[in-house]
């Protein structure tokens, strides 16, 4: 069984950065694409970036440019580094293992000045 820990989460001033991390823990060689997405207060999850095995990568618009999903060689840590964060990224992030209920805990990213 397949276990996701996030972390990197915290407070930050508008335009400044924060590098997630996700670690995934058990079997992983079934899994092909991971992703990122985030529940701002009040609203839906929404997907922000999914990565797969040979890194082809996909963002929403509202990321682009300024997000990037990376992952280690072994596939098994997936990062999401963000740059030049706004007050509309404040959210609860959290990984998965697409197409599959497997969720971290999440990680709060909260921009404020």
């Known amino acids: 069984q397949v276990q996701l820990v996030e972390s990197g989460g915290g407070l930050v001033r508008p335009g400044g950065s924060l590098r997630l991390s996700c670690a995934a823990s058990?079997?992983?060689?079934?899994?092909?694409?991971m992703a990122w997405y985030r529940q701002p207060p009040g609203k839906q999850r929404e997907v922000v970036a999914a990565?797969?095995?040979?890194?082809?990568?996909n963002y929403a618009d509202s990321v682009k440019g300024r997000f990037t999903i990376s992952v280690d060689n072994a596939f098994r840590t997936v990062f999401l580094q963000m740059n030049s964060l706004k007050p509309e990224d404040t959210a609860v992030y959290y990984c998965n293992v697409v197409g599959s209920n497997i969720w971290g805990q999440g990680t709060q990213v909260t921009v404020s000045s």
């Open positions: 990565i797969s095995r040979g890194t082809s990568t």
């Open positions: 058990g079997s992983i060689s079934s899994i092909w694409t």
